[in-house]
């Protein structure tokens, strides 16, 4: 491999992951919005209740139990194994990997499915200990209903790691829209009507209309259709596949995927079997009904643009720094009397370094405004998306709370991935998978210290310093392993980035209470109204102050944007 095959020059690199980055932030972004709308339509029709609880810890166990044994895998395993085989030796042997892969999984899951569906009222108490037992009956009925989910979306993975190894992005990065689209209108089209409610307490009698608890099985469904219509959405991208049912289970690439996935699995195992489940039964014992539905409120808000931002780049740029990875290790072991070695013995070091800096750079520049916006916009937007139904202006208050706390680790959690994705490129999942075993450590430390006068807010605050530390501690070790990061002038882009969001920030600030007095109300388009006119001023504030400091990587993002829609 030379530097030619790796690309000509470094701005060809650049523009190829631009386009690899629009059509996966395409896909993030989509399935974000449509993620949205599920969590617009469960709050309107269950709010912050019973019900909801009951709904998310049904759908914690099997999406746990997935995050831990099959998600993991695609980017530090799976990808680069079926991509070395396809490259190697060609599409027949590619397909013989993925139908061991796809039998492993379904055996796998389908233990699973039988285990989960036996041991429901004992799981969920597992879980959700702290909650009442109508909760957790109305849980372990859900689960029962949402486990086979399990066999569909590790199919799913094995699928779309297959099209990520032929370089086909496009239906995995739509995955996610009809997965959250099924749930939004399987749970608009079979949720029973709302039925009056009378409530008694201290003598005092009240009268709500909402639907019956067990209406919440309707979004489980919806879990469950949607599971399996992304899984076979990958179908059309499989075309000409010989897939089959094999017990060639002592394949080598199975080994080479568990050697890899080995570290990951036990950072995972930390973070699946022990933070979350200790995050999961803190947050029970609170004391306040629907702490769940607010941790996955404030969460989903943050997803956004991290999908959008972080999850799209570091997508897009992994395959890039892999190559270049290579060539470093070409370049090492070149014959040193060579007379061309000196100067290809800088070549993949610095390719590499310059396409991870052009990475935390845009990176930067579009996760810290989204920060300030999100974080001075939160009550309105909050508002506009949950605030109707059955969900109360004390649920948008908590659930603001939460989410601002989040944002103060989220700039960290972006670049962190992009971090994290750069040792993957390196073939080192062990450094990692032992920060993130440092992280999660500091994480359950300053919850239990917090958790007493923060209660259910320590969580969030907790999580944010987590991804400080683990974003400080792999920037450290990562420039130790690449002698630095070169002159990317990083640290300019910041402090630009960072000075444009402030002023930003202020102006919404200012004019967020004007629109509010003139504009805002109870229905529907005020509040849409209101969060529009703020994000537009806002929006504008920063692009005005970006072009003024001359922040070089939206100026590039924005003029290769013209030249797309250009077609040029």
């Given at each position: ?8 020059t ?47 810890l ?9 995050d ?10 799976i ?31 389908a ?19 702290g ?11 859900l ?18 790691g ?15 829209v ?9 749970t ?34 919806g ?34 995927v568990?050697?890899?996935?080995a ?132 649920d ?173």
């Amino acid at each position: 491999m030379t530097s030619t095959e790796l690309g000509v020059t470094q701005a060809e690199t650049n523009a190829g992951v631009a386009k690899a980055t629009g059509v996966l932030a395409m896909g993030n972004i989509t399935s974000r919005l449509l993620g949205m709308a599920r969590e617009v339509v469960l709050t309107n029709l269950f709010g912050a209740s019973r019900a909801s609880d009951a709904f998310y810890l049904a759908t914690l166990v099997p999406k746990t139990l997935y995050d831990l044994l099959i998600a993991g895998h695609v980017n530090s395993a799976i990808i680069p194994v079926l991509s070395e085989v396809a490259t190697r030796e060609g599409q027949k042997a590619l397909w013989q990997l993925v139908s061991v892969f796809s039998s492993l999984v379904t055996v796998l899951m389908a233990a699973l499915i039988l285990a989960l569906t036996a041991f429901a009222p004992q799981v969920v108490a597992l879980v959700g200990s702290g909650r009442d037992a109508a909760t957790l009956e109305l849980a372990a009925y859900l689960l029962r209903l949402t486990a086979p989910a399990l066999l569909f979306l590790g199919l799913f993975s094995v699928l779309s790691g297959a099209l990520y190894a032929l370089r086909s992005f496009t239906l995995p990065a739509f995955a996610g829209v009809v997965f959250n689209g099924s749930i939004a209108v399987l749970t608009l089209l079979l949720t029973p009507p709302a039925q009056v409610v009378v409530m008694i307490d201290g003598g005092m009698v009240t009268w709500t209309q909402a639907p019956p608890a067990w209406g919440i099985q309707s979004a489980a469904l919806g879990w469950l259709v949607g599971s399996f219509v992304q899984m076979m959405l990958m179908l059309p991208g499989l075309r000409g596949a010989r897939l089959h049912f094999t017990f060639d289970w002592r394949h080598p690439a199975v080994r080479q995927v568990m050697r890899l996935y080995a570290p990951v699995m036990f950072s995972l195992i930390i973070d699946t079997l022990v933070v979350r489940l200790f995050s999961y039964n803190l947050a029970s014992n609170t004391g306040i009904v629907g702490t769940f539905g607010y941790i996955t409120w404030a969460t989903t808000l943050i997803q956004f643009p991290q999908g959008l931002v972080a999850t799209a780049i570091s997508i897009a740029i992994l395959p890039t720094l892999s190559r270049q990875a290579v060539l470093i290790s070409l370049e090492n072991d070149a014959p040193t009397a060579d007379a061309e070695a000196a100067p290809r013995e800088k070549t993949g070091g610095r390719a590499f370094k310059d396409t991870l800096g052009l990475g935390l750079r845009l990176t930067t520049t579009m996760i810290l405004p989204a920060t300030v916006g999100l974080y001075v916009l939160a009550t309105p937007i909050v508002a506009l998306l949950f605030q109707h139904g059955q969900f109360t202006a004390v649920d948008t208050a908590i659930t603001v709370t939460a989410l601002r706390l989040y944002l103060f680790g989220l700039p960290f959690a972006a670049v962190d991935l992009l971090l994290v994705y750069a040792f993957y490129a390196r073939q080192d999942t062990l450094t990692p998978a032992l920060i993130g075993l440092l992280s999660l450590i500091v994480y359950m430390v300053v919850a239990i210290v917090l958790f007493p006068t923060a209660g259910l807010f320590s969580l969030m605050i907790a999580d944010s310093i987590k991804h400080i530390v683990h974003a400080v501690v792999s920037s450290y070790l990562l420039g130790r392993r690449i002698n630095g990061y070169g002159d990317q002038q990083f640290l300019v882009t910041l402090g630009k980035t960072a000075l444009a969001s402030l002023v930003m920030g202020g102006a919404a600030l200012l004019v967020l209470p004007i629109l509010t007095e003139r504009f805002g109300g109870e229905m529907l388009w005020q509040e849409a109204l209101v969060v529009g006119a703020g994000a537009g001023i806002s929006s504008l504030v920063f692009l005005v102050m970006a072009m003024l400091l001359r922040i070089e990587e939206l100026r590039w993002l924005l003029r290769l944007l013209n030249q797309r829609l250009r077609g040029r």
